[in-house]
């Protein structure tokens, strides 16, 4: 029991890398998709300290389409970003840019699992080009 909690983070950690290899590279899920820039603005639960910005050229043929982004809490259990869905939407509705917000539903530490959730906030834009 208590060898797993101790895990469960890094457990979770372990899956979903392998769920990340398993996908297909944006390129070859969206052949349509020409470019990708994301903007990331990561920030506390109550969304008013920004931790973290970060801005990047996506590389189609090596990420995967299994978009996802860890949150910045060190201590977050099963919690994170995927963002593949609202990229899937993106790009089946042709957009050039999707603006969202997304709360972490992880756990805040491996002491509260089934109580305090994380709920660190990611706050995104995806320029898309075709
Ligand atoms: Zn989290």
Redesign the pocket.
Known sequence: MHRQKTGARAEYRQQETQRIKDSASLADKFPRLKSLTVDLTYYDPKGVTRSSQIKYKVNLTNAKSVFRFD?L?NE?VR??FDLSEDLANAIAAHRTSAVGEMC?Q?WRSKTTIGTVQ?H?ILRYTLSLGY
């Open positions: 949150c809490n977050c919690g994170d972490c992880g994380c660190n």
